[in-house]
């Protein structure tokens, strides 16, 4: 378009604004400055002049003289007249949703006034509305009833959601009566209908200070904050934000959507539980209840065993909320795969309601532990271990004393045959779940590089067990610089192989002390009540009655192996008994000998405990799962939701060889009844190794298994988490009424309540800005201007010439001088 096109259509716009600058660039106060003194210096010149001559004639030479001077400063300010077009922009009110998981929660209202009023304003029965999630009861007054069509009418609408950012999900223009406006709000509706509650956590001071930034330089009608209030998260406080929006007169309308009153729940988790265990074993499971609002009741847990209900124990909740622990135990008579749940019927008012049961895995085993003891001397320790092995009806063991005679009869289980050599082969050695060394040496016969390589992978490759009982001689000192030191879950000291053995008789003892891990580990409970297990351990009263009899000697070892778990320590601090994985098995070390003295006035009950429960748990990597071949794990037992679960599998071929697929598949089926695939790509380095990783969206336990897809058909190995709601967003359920009310007041704007709202965005006043666009300047004396030029500059000088000649003749008709 040509300039003179452009301004002859500005000259036709009745939006149009005109003005008058100059090359001087005066204001108007300036222009004005000047042509009063010309109007004075005229008044001046003809005040005293020419009095005989009529006063018409005096003012009429004036008149022109003035003219002449303003059309001379006319000329010598070089006038610009600019026309500019202007447009009206409309406001905006930006709505957001709060989409954390806080969001899923489903309120329980004592006062029944408030859900016939959510009722009646969302169009929904009060049964629908005590059904509903927070969202879907935001969903429902945005995307089913008119706020979004109300806002609309008077202002632009934006909408977002927020839980740890801001995301845009669309915008709706003003109301204008043009085709496919309907389209574009069923569009957003759509939109609305779409959001998920999966964000584990809630920054509602960024999400402010996000949309303040997107809706820089726009009239802002307002904000409409949809969400519970709650911010556990993100860099800006709201009410700082809400008090910089009040600032820009930008009101904050705060909807609050949850139950402000304390809420009632109670919540399962920590379920402990081993893995592993056998046909006929009785299996503790140990869990926390966690209650909030029911002071006084009694509650019943019940354990389902593959859904079928095999147990249940009455709990008495006390006090306003409070954290309990409790202990459910079941005999599984059967080999195969078990589903262990822990339930608790929904209370009346309840809040949350997936929390009420916790989910274990159990394999059954229908076969006896295969155990090789081998041992140095034979001393008081191995007597007594040997004693409780052998006598384990669900054990075999086969014991190798290494400083026997070679006629001795190495003692084993009951009609079994005894050993004449340690296993000649790493065939040989794969028979067995669990190896325990005594006080031996491995620098003499008959160890040598091979056999300890072969123990090496018995562990780290074929998922084997490993217990290391200290002993006055040679273990563990004898383990420096051998392929089984990295075994240990201990560090051994420098030099150790040639330390000094320690000198009896010691005259002091002591008793150990559980570490906080130790305290609650299946390994360590040898009584059910835990500060009853605790006084048996560490004799905290003095009472020797009250525990098990005091020890007097230790290995000292440098410190625990990075990854290792300390039960038991030392009263100065030192590991006696440590627990670690390695690759595929397990190993514990113990730096005691003299553990047989426990039974001094308690007979088998706390020794043959102790070391049944060490035994059974070393012997979980090879019996878990329908073979030995297969293994699946995951980092973690429990996840928050919204987490990426990291699973992590092992596949031997039949002679234990890793074998060299690519990929392996592993299917899982979630909590509710959706199942699926996830491929798994082999480590680079680590035959037969494979990860990969989900992400956990669903709550509640998951189960993973290598084999056919089929869930009736068999499976290779098993694996299961749980997905829970994270602690940042259920540590606080109830609606923040405080920080809604301080960021609607802190920016001007108010509090709501949902069932309010339709009726209140209607009060949201229209806003808009009339804002200058593209213009056409026109220079009056420029010669190159199609609207002024040459043309102009001419009429200019020819009315100039005119006025000097017309004042002139006048001074010379009344003989003015």
Not at 161 to 182: M, N
Request: with cysteine.
């Amino acid at each position: 378009m040509s300039g003179a096109e452009l301004a002859l259509g500005l000259l036709a716009s009745q939006d149009v604004a005109w003005h008058v600058e100059t090359a001087w660039g005066l204001p108007a106060w300036g222009v004005f400055g000047l042509v009063c003194l010309a109007v004075a210096f005229v008044w001046a010149l003809y005040r005293n002049e020419g009095l005989t001559a009529p006063a018409a004639a005096r003012a009429a030479c004036g008149a022109l003289r003035l003219a002449v001077l303003l059309l001379a400063l006319a000329l010598v300010a070089g006038p610009t007249l600019t026309a500019e077009r202007v447009e009206v922009r409309d406001g905006t009110v930006a709505v957001l949703v709060d989409t954390s998981l806080s969001m899923t929660f489903k309120d329980r209202y004592a006062d029944r006034s408030r859900v016939e009023d959510l009722a009646a304003a969302l169009g929904l029965s009060e049964e629908r509305v005590e059904e509903a999630s927070r969202l879907e009861l935001v969903q429902a007054a945005l995307a089913d009833r008119e706020v979004l069509a109300t806002l609309r009418r008077g202002n632009r609408v934006k909408l977002y959601s927020y839980s740890r950012g801001l995301v845009s999900l669309g915008e709706l223009p003003r109301e204008s009566g043009v085709a496919g406006e309907a389209e574009g709000l069923e569009a957003l509706r759509t939109a609305v209908r779409g959001l998920a509650a999966d964000g584990r956590v809630t920054a509602l001071g960024d999400a402010l200070h996000q949309v303040q930034r997107d809706l820089r330089g726009q009239p802002v009608a307002g904000i409409v904050v949809l969400g519970d209030g709650r911010s556990n998260s993100g860099v800006h406080l709201p009410a700082r934000v809400a008090e910089e929006l009040g600032r820009k007169r930008i009101p904050v309308w705060a909807v609050g959507v949850g139950n402000p009153d304390d809420p009632r729940d109670v919540a399962l988790g920590n379920l402990q539980a081993s893995e592993v265990v056998l046909a006929g074993d009785v299996v503790p499971f140990d869990l926390t209840v966690r209650h909030r609002g029911f002071a006084g009741e009694t509650l019943d847990l019940r354990l389902l065993v593959n859904d079928v209900e095999q147990a249940r124990t009455p709990l008495r909740l006390e006090g306003p909320e409070g954290l309990l622990h409790a202990r459910l135990q079941y005999r599984p008579g059967e080999a195969g795969p078990y589903t262990v749940s822990i339930v608790v019927d929904p209370r009346p008012g309840e809040l949350l309601t997936e929390n009420n049961v916790v989910t274990h895995r159990l394999q059954v085993i229908d076969e006896k532990i295969k155990v090789l003891y081998v041992e140095g001397p034979p001393r008081w320790e191995y007597r007594y271990l040997k004693n409780a092995l052998v006598r384990d009806k669900t054990m075999e063991v086969y014991c190798y004393l290494v400083s026997a005679d070679p006629r001795f009869p190495q003692e084993t289980s009951p009609g079994k045959e005894p050993l004449t050599r340690l296993p000649a082969s790493a065939e040989e050695l794969r028979d067995y779940h669990v190896v325990v060394l005594g006080d031996v040496d491995l620098r003499a016969r008959p160890f040598d590089d091979r056999f300890l390589g072969w123990l090496h992978d018995f562990v780290a490759e074929v998922g084997g067990g490993l217990l290391v009982v200290a002993g006055v001689n040679d273990s563990p000192r004898s383990f420096l610089g051998t392929p089984l030191e990295p075994l240990l879950p201990v560090v051994l000291e420098e030099g150790g192989s040639d330390a000094p053995r320690v000198i009896r008789p010691l005259t002091r003892s002591f008793h150990p002390r559980l570490t906080a891990e130790g305290v609650d580990d299946p390994l360590t409970r040898l009584v059910e009540d835990k500060a009853e297990n605790v006084e048996l351990w560490e004799d905290a009263n003095g009472l020797d009655s009250d525990s098990m009899p005091g020890l007097y000697w230790y290995f000292p070892v440098k410190r625990a192996r990075p990854g290792a778990r300390v039960l038991v320590e030392h009263p100065e601090g030192q590991p006696l008994l440590a627990v670690s994985y390695f690759d595929a098995g397990r190993s514990i070390f113990s730096a005691l000998d003299e553990t047989w003295r426990w039974r001094a006035g308690a007979g088998d009950r706390y020794f043959y405990r102790f070391w049944g429960q060490c035994i059974r748990f070393l012997a979980t990597g090879r019996l878990l799962g329908w073979t030995k071949r297969y293994t699946l794990d995951t980092d973690q037992e429990t996840y928050p939701v919204g987490d990426r679960v990291t699973i992590s599998a092992r596949v031997l071929d039949r002679n234990f060889k890793p074998v060299e697929e690519p990929r392996a598949e592993v299917h899982y089926l979630r909590p509710d009844g959706e199942q699926g695939t996830v491929e798994l790509s082999a480590k680079p380095g680590q035959p037969g190794h494979y990860v990969g990783s989900l992400t956990a969206r669903v709550i509640g336990a998951w189960k993973l298994w290598l084999g056919a897809a089929e869930v009736a058909e068999e499976k290779l190995a098993f694996a299961g988490f749980e997905v829970e709601v994270p602690p940042l967003e259920y540590s606080e359920p109830r609606l923040d009424v405080a920080t809604l009310r301080e960021v609607a007041r802190a920016s001007g704007g108010r509090t709501l309540d949902l069932s309010g709202l339709e009726g209140a965005v209607r009060g949201l006043p229209p806003v808009s800005e009339r804002v200058a666009s593209r213009g056409y300047r026109v220079g009056l004396w420029d010669p190159l201007e199609p609207l002024g030029g040459a043309r102009l500059v001419w009429l200019a000088l020819a009315l100039f010439g005119a006025l000097l000649t017309a004042e002139w003749v006048v001074r010379k008709i009344y003989r003015l001088t």
